[in-house]
């Protein structure tokens, strides 16, 4: 799966374009784009589009609109431009509203009763190794519980190298 306009890995020199080269160089590819959300509310799905309107519909290699798929409600707050002092001041806002969302409940299916979020439900990505320390620490300062896992680079990890291999054949 690749979305260029999702470029997460970008900080890693990872490059998005090598995808559609891919893509491009085999007829054995074939895409399929995948449109509906269902990890976000309706109002960050609608926030996203409108973002994607403005500053990237007018490109040729402009995404498709998203759906909004998930049975998660837009609350006030949901979605929030906050600025922060430093680093750590972050750190510490984000380890405190993740305690806040332990407990609160969760639809995952329409025929099902919510359930409550856990913290095993959450998890934290950092943009470099050297961050982990601050985050672990403002997690723990919140009574949460840090385990940090990552590869030093994402192209040398097993699951990469399994990847690489099957598209060989």
């Not at 996203?48 to 998203?66: E, V």
């Amino acid at each position: 799966v690749g979305d260029q306009h999702q470029t997460i890995f970008r900080f890693r020199s990872a490059d998005p374009a090598q995808l559609q080269r891919f893509g491009d160089e085999t007829d054995r590819v074939r895409s399929l784009s995948l449109t509906t959300n269902f990890r976000a509310s309706d109002g960050l799905v609608s926030v996203a589009n409108s973002i994607l309107d403005r500053f990237l519909r007018s490109r040729a290699d402009s995404p498709l609109t998203m759906k909004h798929g998930s049975l998660h409600r837009l609350d006030r707050g949901d979605i929030a431009a906050l600025r922060f002092v430093s680093p750590t001041e972050q750190y510490k806002w984000g380890a405190n509203r993740l305690k806040s969302l332990l407990g609160t409940a969760y639809p995952e299916r329409t025929e099902s009763e919510p359930r409550v979020l856990a913290a095993q439900d959450m998890a934290v990505l950092v943009r470099c190794r050297r961050q982990m320390p601050a985050v672990v620490a403002a997690l723990r300062e919140e009574g949460l519980e840090a385990i940090v896992r990552g590869a030093d680079s994402l192209l040398v990890a097993p699951e990469a190298e399994m990847l690489a291999t099957a598209l060989e054949f």
